[in-house]
């Protein structure tokens, strides 16, 4: 069975600086897709960046990044520039690629992000 | 376009109740997938339907049920409700074509549980 560990429950950074969150995942499959959602205080969950594992490109948007290591089975968020409107809870997940489990997210456990004026 | 709307967006109840919660997809999304979100534990799937049809679970026990309606929207119950189940009801709706579809997720229904 797949796993998303997200070991930093809470994280700070200084507005305007850099930073990054941590995920870990374990899958016995090939092909599958990595996302980072943000959950702020308004509960709405919001798709921040995905990556397809078959790409070895890391997947950017804007002033999010990741450092995507498929041996290691590792998908980091790095946010540059960080914003007041970043804080938020961060969920790392993991979905399978095979068409008959595509309804199967799953989810690390977050990490809250404190984004310090 | 609207986004997957839920309501109610609090719902409270007595240890013992029912609850039902309502989810409407995107227009156009013929799946939905229902989580329970409990503190500190992320989100944990629940229920998968599309075209109408049950077609997964997650390990929740029996009195956690749904359906979805020929509009695609769907509902959530959950039966003799305890404490425990007290957390946030999360509905998220996709189209998947050629086994693509991503995740649109609602705002959710905090349930408590008293």
């Known amino acids: 069975a797949q796993t998303v560990t997200q070991s930093q429950p809470e994280m700070s950074v200084q507005e305007a600086e850099t930073v990054t969150l941590s995920c870990t995942y374990d899958t016995s499959e090939s092909d599958y897709y990595l996302f980072w959602y943000k959950q702020p205080p308004s509960r709405q969950m919001i798709l921040v960046i995905r990556q397809e594992a078959y790409k070895q490109q890391n997947a950017t948007e804007n002033r999010f990044s990741v450092n995507f290591q498929k041996a290691a089975k590792s998908f980091s968020l790095k946010i540059s520039d960080s914003q007041l409107g970043d804080a938020a809870m961060y969920f790392c997940a993991y979905r399978s690629a095979y068409t008959y489990l595509t309804y199967k997210y799953i989810f690390g456990t977050g990490t809250r992000l404190k984004v310090l004026a | 376009e609207a986004g997957v709307t839920q309501s109610p967006t609090h719902l409270i109840k007595t240890r013992g109740q029912q609850a039902t919660l309502r989810c409407s997809p995107i227009?156009?999304?013929?799946?939905v997938y229902w989580y329970q979100q409990a503190l500190g534990l992320g989100l944990q799937f629940l229920l998968w339907?599309?075209?109408?049809?049950?077609?997964n679970r997650g390990n929740f026990p029996p009195r956690f049920s749904g359906r979805q309606f020929p509009n695609y929207s769907s509902e959530l119950n959950v039966n003799a409700l305890e404490l425990e189940d007290s957390a946030l009801y999360l509905c998220a709706s996709s189209l998947v074509v050629a086994g693509v579809g991503e995740q649109y997720f609602g705002p959710g229904t905090r349930l408590t549980v008293t």
């Open positions: 227009s156009g999304h013929t799946s």
């Open positions: 339907y599309d075209e109408g049809e049950e077609r």
